[in-house]
């Protein structure tokens, strides 16, 4: 079990930027591909973005794409998201995620979960 913690998120005008951080004690992070995935109230849990384990982004929300990256530092055993250009709609709480899959593209090919952050973008 990988256990991960966020930082990051938190209130943020339209236009401006934030950057998460997911991090774990892992001594195998580098054999892990992370996702992020996010959840507004009332809404189901969306996958945002992917890195591999081999270090390649992967997969982007078409919401997003333009606006945010996923990079990882595996010798910090940390991956991010960095989000510019924020919008109201991308208002949720944000979740890491890691994967034994090399390509994770749903819910149940994640098996380890970070506590989630909530980002609010204002209008």
């Known amino acids: 079990q990988v256990h991960l913690v966020q930082s990051g998120g938190g209130l943020v005008q339209a236009g401006g930027s934030l950057r998460l951080s997911c991090a774990t004690s892992e001594r195998t992070f580098n054999g892990y591909s992370m996702g992020w995935f996010r959840q507004a109230p009332g809404k189901e849990r969306d996958l945002v973005a992917v890195v591999s384990w081999i270090g390649e982004s992967t997969y982007f929300l078409d919401s997003v794409k333009g606006r945010f990256t996923i990079s990882r530092d595996n010798a910090k055993n940390t991956v991010y998201l960095q989000m510019n250009s924020l919008k109201p709609e991308d208002t949720a709480r944000y979740y890491c995620?890691?994967?034994?899959?090399?390509?994770?593209?749903?819910?149940?090919?994640?098996?380890?979960w970070g506590q989630g952050t909530q980002v609010t973008v204002s209008s």
């Open positions: 995620a890691a994967s034994s899959n090399l390509f994770p593209r749903i819910w149940g090919d994640f098996s380890d």
